[in-house]
């Protein structure tokens, strides 16, 4: 199998790209598309799978937003790198059933762990009820440092979320431009960030390595790009000096 990926996401990638384009990708032979937006992005990390998350300092999760192709990601900080190790197309749905899943997927994979233990030392020293809540909502203030999501003008499609239990903030940078420069540095790792994506996120790693410009330096078919879009909002937020916010 190509290195640092398991065999159930060779398989994936193969399914999704065609056994010519995997061989050529897993042979190293991939010329990137030159006029890339997202020139910082070079070649994917390890498998998600295979990192240390007990040294995790903390989760993010980004959102692009979308009446139907509602993305998001789930970012981890290890060992001072940033690492996308999730994404997921959201279903037809509404904002509260969006939120669901979104908070479903985070204690399935990262906090089930996290959640028994305050489960069991609420119960040790307080009442027990509503437990299960509070346990959740104790793993989810220690563990999830912030979200980011959407246009300066998506106000109320956040508000949406807030009222489903969902904390997504408005990048502090909201201009385009600023938010590629910005995602561009940290997947080259300048200034003391450093980006990752995942090899499992193979949808991601498309959008970054298609999104181009044209001749005069605009981007083409830009609304298309929705996981990019999550890495622009998710860097645009940490980059800014607001990735401790809650």
Not at 2 to 29: K, V, Y
Not at 62 to 89: K, R, T
Request: proline share 3%.
């Amino acid at each position: 199998t190509w290195e640092g990926q398991s065999l159930e996401t060779c398989e994936a990638q193969m399914n999704e790209w065609g056994p010519d384009a995997f061989l050529r990708e897993a042979q190293h032979i991939v010329t990137l598309r030159k006029g890339r937006v997202f020139h910082g992005y070079t070649q994917p990390g390890p498998d998600a799978s295979r990192l240390d998350y007990s040294r995790v300092q903390g989760y993010w999760h980004a959102h692009d937003f979308g009446g139907v192709n509602e993305v998001w990601g789930l970012f981890a900080l290890i060992d001072e790198v940033y690492y996308l190790i999730y994404e997921q197309m959201l279903p037809e749905a509404t904002t509260a059933r969006r939120a669901e899943i979104v908070k479903e997927e985070v204690i399935r994979q990262h906090l089930q762990a996290d959640i028994e233990r305050h489960r069991n030392e609420l119960a040790r020293s307080d009442s027990t009820y509503n437990l299960d809540n509070r346990a959740f909502a104790a793993a989810w203030q220690e563990r999830i440092i912030a979200g980011y999501g959407g246009a300066k003008s998506e106000k109320q499609i956040r508000a949406d979320y807030r009222g489903a239990g969902l904390e997504i903030q408005p990048p502090n940078v909201s201009a385009v431009e600023s938010q590629i420069n910005t995602a561009n540095e940290m997947l080259k790792g300048e200034r003391g960030r450093k980006l990752v994506i995942c090899s499992n996120c193979i949808h991601t790693i498309d959008h970054l390595e298609h999104c181009i410009r044209d001749p005069l330096g605009n981007i083409l078919n830009e609304s298309s790009f929705h996981r990019a879009a999550v890495i622009r909002y998710f860097c645009a937020g940490v980059g800014s000096g607001l990735q401790w916010a809650r």
